[in-house]
């Protein structure tokens, strides 16, 4: 079919095996210029054709021509809508404008066609019909529209689909989690129940900025982090267990044996050779607190620091222990502005039962109250940690310090002492220290 | 094309406006297998690349076959998925982490048939509408960020380069040949939006240009001051400059101490970086994010530039594809990137690669840089 | 005591001076088998605590008994040093880095007389004047610095710190039990002279009240400036201040921020820090310089404060005691305090030692602190 | 035997094993009041009883009893002697002053008794009698004299004894060096010659105050480090080799037959049950670089790092290879101010032979010209490196990048790009910028 832009650079991304997002967008193009249900669209027709222009023109200059975005908007919030607008409107009307929306997925992005369906004709109708599945935070990202459309998209949602929006600004970011209890059998924490229940709990600071900078609470279910909270996230919460690994020695001498398939099979495209227990998983254990006698698994789950390894290779012998709950970690980030920070353990242990009051008034309101006060504008709380200082941390939460909290103690004798911790204070004479040291 | 309400007046932003309720509750969304078994899950098993059973101690089963999304996708498309989802499994499915898609059935017998016709759909141009893979020791789906679909930051775009790698990587989606699973992602400026941080292999934007200034606008339109504290390095400051004969208040940007983080643009549209020949992707390595076997880590930058060579930056993929058959061929079964690289030692890694090593290379940025450098005489000939 | 002149002419002191000749000659001072033998050695053996025999190719031996020595050593002492030197050694003698003498002989059958004559000799109230060993894998001579004896910063004293813990850890010293070198160092104030800081063992004197302030004599004496530049906190600000009646520049110190390291009071006399009960000892472990198996590592702080309780600082003593004991029964062979406290993870090193942790041994000293903090959801309950 | 002060204190440290300081300074201050040779002392006689007396204070006060030192030295040095004063010169004339003066130790401190004798006499007649064998920088430590003995006591070292004085102050500090050679079978450059060669021809730095802050140079002859060279010198030479290991197969055979000590027997007084050479050698090797068939000692020294850990266990079946040379490492140094900082690997290998000129002209000339250059007052050179970064220090010596210098690359990707190396430099026109992306 001929459209608006002619587009060679563009048109070379719609061979090879891997889905291609130009062929899609020509698509959607497609059948607005079809319009086979006779949509009113709302927006500017031309929307996808415009896009894959003005992306023709940046493959051409490898520069963007999206503008700034300005603060647009719903009444009453302080998020959910990113402003964008083309530099190039006279060449490309139908994305004058291309606002994104960001919509709040569902924890663990579960669907059922009917409701997606639903956002579909939203969609189709009042934006580009072009979306993200899924931006990297998680949300639903409704991919461009006009400013005039943003009231009646919300209005919509929340009377029509019962759906609310999603975090942007310095606000509490749309929180998530991995597929967790729903279908993996190592979830140590009701991650979809946490998620949604921290999501309602916490809707004005969603909604509503009142933070020195975003805040991003990620929830996975075991230390695999499937969701990557440990790495993107303000506070994770990673599900673990403080009793013993669960051990099916049938089980173990059946995977010793050949007769099971190790880690579920996920090495089976090429040849590794006969399974090796002792090679595999013995051997590996980062603590070495496994042995192998040919017919027993022994393990000694006191130095064991449930790293996975051994279950993920061995899933039919090996569960997560019973007495459940998650470890908490603070302050992870991208590297803007001075390097990336991977979360800090700040709670090795704490039960993660809904409707978990412990973690909400212990870990995470003592956490922004700090936060709100010392933040500087645009400072993460990995940053303030870092400025402030981890024994703060402790302070601000009343934390016992203990020694899991770090990787090795400090190497640096330079301790801050407070004067109520030293005998005798700090006040002195000097002249009675004179009399004994001359001058 | 008329204008339609939703119902909303704006006069009356307030009437009868809902608002705080939230995202829809999760298990409205939960096929019946997924709601029975919640939490009882035993153990899985990966059947084929692509397709997994997980067994629950009630003797259901859930069998997953999951596909590989482009993430930008047209409502069309989209619907596409939904008649599937019809089609096979009762009408639902779900999203992964990484942007693929998975459609669960509860018996074995209907795998068959939905792979089949999730693999008989092809795009106009030949590209797969559903490819199957994604799981076990292979390489998944690249999460990536806007890139010039949208953000107005991006140092490259992200659509463009990661369909190119994932045509070059494809064998790598639909098999488990890997040592371990291999995670790319791609950001396309250094707000890094995504986990690109911590990925085996992370393909980044990269600006090398101080940003230019638009002085008038500057003057009219930005907030100074925030501009100037936005600067990581103190390398903006106030300037008074004259342009076409009138007086203006501006900044001036010390270019030796720019290190081109955009920080600074993000805080004032007149202060753009991008340029046709210093936007660049640099390729970082050895990230990883689970707490399996190593702790998680950081990424490591292994080739400092690589030029935007639109539309399928083949200098990027041929790096990626090299980096990845030396890992695939050298490590040991389990071990990922990173954990390879330290084991076998970075200089190692530099000869096996064949990538030149250069002092872009090595940390000159604020004091932990000394912390990455090398305090021992421990280390390899290369 | 009538002056004696050397020949020295304060009023020419240019007159026939001898400058920049530096030190002699090292192989002035080798003792023939070494002479004979230099630089073609074959191996070595470690026959009993503190007595090794080096083999050379030329089939040559030479025999080695290390005694121990207090460094600080008079005349007197170093002239029966000699003595015993010219009766065994042929004259010739030497100093190890960690401050033990060592006597040569060129043939076994000398090593006998040599050791029974060197344990023979006692001080008046019992000690040795020099004891046999420190070799292998036992325990070694303490290097440490001035201290009381001449120091003007120290916040706890060396010698006598030293003799104490030698004479517990004397046991270790003759015998070579541990599973690999346990090195023992000592500085009685940060600036650590000495390799403390890498040692299997610190103790470090440690001051922990800000400085006093002798306004009349920062006024009168002190380069106000340089005292400011020298504090790495900032703590320290210029100020008039009234002291009996008279109006003084002089400076403030904001104590919060005080860090105690004294640089204030090396660049000013008028900023004493000493204090009885402020100055204390504080242990750093799990150090090494060696790049054995594992690179060299900086010692932890594991206590951080134990009084300074003259003359033979028993909670010093007893602490050292049981870390050398516990880490003596769980260590593997060959592996180094810090290699050992590593692999078993900090956590249950203050587990196995009883020491307890608190808030001070986080680091929370700038930005590398971040380093020494958790990163991972790996670790030990206990 | 009566002295002028009561040390009840001190009195405490005379008994237990290990020899006693305290016993030891009271017998020179009894030998000085005996004087049985006669001695016309220099200093006041009672020096040795005054520092027990003001010692005994210390232990009292807990506190030091030194004031600050003020400068002293002798004529056109500006080092080697440091000022030390008392602060209770009315109660302790004959410590009033106590001035140490560092006398340059010969390399590897070999002593024939004639030299040590002499010293000796010429300590016990112009100072106390006190020393230190050796300070922690490695001088010859004289312990306590007075300002008007300083002149003399330097013309009696240079013209009686040919010995000069060693290091203190912003100066080059006394070079030391393991004892190499002389009777170590592993070392890899000759450490005496080296430390030597250096102390001779660099007198002037070592003497003359020029730099910004004090400057060590230290010499090993292995990785064994005997002399902490890599902890604590600016300039750490560490000698290595870069071909194979040589390999005495009969002696390994030996070895793992249990007929030889491992270790040179250092393990010996502890049964540690027969010797595994799997265990104790292959294993612990880092690079897991050797093999042991029962019967053959394989290694891959490709992979090798020269741990020395091998060599070590096995003195007589694996020797260093003959290519030899030594590693440099830059910046070594204690905490002082912010953070002790270990040798950072700035010269993997280089030759080490008489006169050393390519490690002169090429490595410590041109650093140290940069640190002149561009060091701070009291700035060490591993501060330097900090503060402007290890590519300054590779512009200004030239050496070419590797990566044997870093442990791991970069993990933040914040590079400084030169205007040069950017195509199409930086000069740009905005007005041309704008006419593509419009404001
Ligand atoms: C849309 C999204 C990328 C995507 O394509 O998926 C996105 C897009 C933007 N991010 Fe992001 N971030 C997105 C997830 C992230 C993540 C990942 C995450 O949340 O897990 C990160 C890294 C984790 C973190 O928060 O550190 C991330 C780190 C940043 C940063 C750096 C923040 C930092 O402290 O390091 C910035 C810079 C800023 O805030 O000014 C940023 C800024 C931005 C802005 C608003 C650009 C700007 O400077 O104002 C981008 C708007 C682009 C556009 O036009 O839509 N974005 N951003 C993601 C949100 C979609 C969603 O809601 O699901
Ligand atoms: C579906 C998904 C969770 C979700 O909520 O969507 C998921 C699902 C599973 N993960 Fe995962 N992981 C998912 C993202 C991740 C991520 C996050 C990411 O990739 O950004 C990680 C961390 C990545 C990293 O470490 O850099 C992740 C690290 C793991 C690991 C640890 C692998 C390792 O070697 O370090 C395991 C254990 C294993 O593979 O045996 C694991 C295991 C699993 C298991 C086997 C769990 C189970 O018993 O069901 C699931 C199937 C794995 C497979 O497909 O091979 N999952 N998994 C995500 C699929 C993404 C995709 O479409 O490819
Ligand atoms: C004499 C001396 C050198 C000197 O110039 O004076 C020396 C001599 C030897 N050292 Fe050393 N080392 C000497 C100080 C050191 C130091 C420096 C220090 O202690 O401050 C170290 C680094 C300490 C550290 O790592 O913290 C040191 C780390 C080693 C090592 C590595 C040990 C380890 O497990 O890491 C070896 C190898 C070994 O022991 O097998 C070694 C081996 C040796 C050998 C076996 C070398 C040889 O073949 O002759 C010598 C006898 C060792 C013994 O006594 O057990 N030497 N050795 C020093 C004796 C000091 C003393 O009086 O006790
Ligand atoms: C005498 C000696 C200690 C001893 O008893 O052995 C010593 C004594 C002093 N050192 Fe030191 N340092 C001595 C070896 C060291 C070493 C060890 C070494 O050289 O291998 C170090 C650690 C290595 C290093 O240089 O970093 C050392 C690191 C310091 C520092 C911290 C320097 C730094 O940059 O971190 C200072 C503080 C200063 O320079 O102001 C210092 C300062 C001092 C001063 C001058 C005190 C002062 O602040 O002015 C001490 C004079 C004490 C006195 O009254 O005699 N001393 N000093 C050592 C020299 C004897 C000799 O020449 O053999
Ligand atoms: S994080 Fe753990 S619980 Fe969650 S999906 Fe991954 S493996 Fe399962
Ligand atoms: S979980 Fe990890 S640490 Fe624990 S036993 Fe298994 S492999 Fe070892
Ligand atoms: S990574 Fe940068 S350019 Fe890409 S979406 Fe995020 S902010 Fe925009
Ligand atoms: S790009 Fe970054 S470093 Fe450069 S001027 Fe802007 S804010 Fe400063
Ligand atoms: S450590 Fe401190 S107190 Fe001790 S000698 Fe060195 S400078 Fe003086
Ligand atoms: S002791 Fe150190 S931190 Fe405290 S005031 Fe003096 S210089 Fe500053
Ligand atoms: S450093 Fe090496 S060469 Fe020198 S004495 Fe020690 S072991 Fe021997
Ligand atoms: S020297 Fe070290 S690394 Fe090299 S083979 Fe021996 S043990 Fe292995």
Known sequence: MEFKHKTPLLDQLETGPWPSFVTDIKREAESRKKNENNVEYQVNPDICEDLLGILELSFEHKRTHWKHGGIVGVFGYGGGVIGRYCDQPEMFPGVAHFHTIRVNQPASKFYSTEFLGALCDLWEFRGSGLTNMHGSTGDIVFLGTFTDQLEEIFYELTHNLNQDLGGSGSNLRTPSCCIGKARCEWACMDTQDICYNFTMEYQDELHRPAFPYKFKFKFDGCPNCCVASIARSDLSFIGTWRDKIRIDQKAAAAYAGGELAPNGGAHASRDWGPFDIQKEVIDICPTGCMAWDGKKLSLNDKECTRCMHCIAVMPRALRPGVDTGCSVLAGAKAPILDGAQMGTLIVPFIKAEAPYDEIKEQVVEPIWDWWMEEGKNRERLGELIKRQGMQKLLEVTGFKAVPQMVQEPRSNPYVFWKEEEVEGGWKRDINEFRKYHKR | ?382
């Open chain 2, 1 to 382: 094309m008329a204008f339609i309400s939703s119902g909303y007046n704006p006069a009356k932003p307030m009437e009868n406006r809902i608002t705080d309720i939230g995202p829809r509750k999760p298990d409205e969304f939960f096929p019946p297998v997924i709601k029975n078994n919640y939490g009882k899950w035993l153990y899985h098993e990966i059947l084929e690349p692509g397709v997994l059973v997980h067994v629950s101690e009630t003797g259901d089963e859930c069998y997953t076959v999951r596909v590989g999304g482009t993430r930008l996708m047209s409502v069309s498309h989209l619907r596409e998925i939904c008649e599937i989802a019809d089609k096979h499994c009762d009408g639902y499915l779900r999203f992964t982490t990484r942007n693929n898609v998975e459609f669960m059935v509860d018996s074995k017998d209907k795998v068959a048939a939905l792979k089949e016709d999730l693999l008989s759909r092809k795009q106009a141009g030949g590209c797969f509408k559903f490819p199957v893979g994604g799981s076990g020791a292979g390489i998944t789906n690249i999460v990536h960020t806007q890139g010039w679909v949208h953000c107005h930051t991006p140092a490259t775009d992200a659509s463009g380069p990661v369909k190119a790698t994932m045509d070059v990587l494809f064998d790598e989606f639909t098999s488990m040949k890997m040592p371990a699973k291999v995670k790319v992602s791609l950001a396309c400026c250094l707000n890094m939006c995504g986990a690109v941080h911590c990925s085996d292999i992370a393909i980044l934007g990269y600006h090398r240009k101080p940003p230019l200034l638009d002085h008038e606008y500057l003057d009219k339109m930005c907030e100074i001051p925030l501009a100037i504290a936005a600067c990581p390095t103190a390398a903006i400051k106030p300037a008074k400059v004259e342009v076409g004969g009138q007086k203006l208040n501006s900044v001036s940007v010390k270019n030796e101490r720019c290190m081109f983080c955009g920080n600074c643009y993000t805080m004032c549209p007149s202060m753009p970086l991008a340029d046709t020949e210093g936007d660049c992707v640099v390729l970082m390595v050895g990230g990883k994010i689970s707490n399996r076997v190593s702790a998680p880590k950081f990424s490591k930058v292994v080739v400092p530039y690589l030029p935007n060579n639109t539309p399928r930056w083949p200098e990027v993929t041929d790096a990626i594809k090299k980096i990845v058959d030396v890992y695939a061929a050298d490590a040991n079964k389990y071990e990922r990137l990173g954990d390879w690289a330290e084991r076998i030692g970075w200089e190692k890694f530099f000869e096996k690669t064949g990538l030149p090593f250069s002092h872009h290379l090595i940390d000159d940025f604020r004091d932990p840089a000394y912390y990455t450098w090398r305090q021992t005489t421990q280390f390899k000939f290369t």
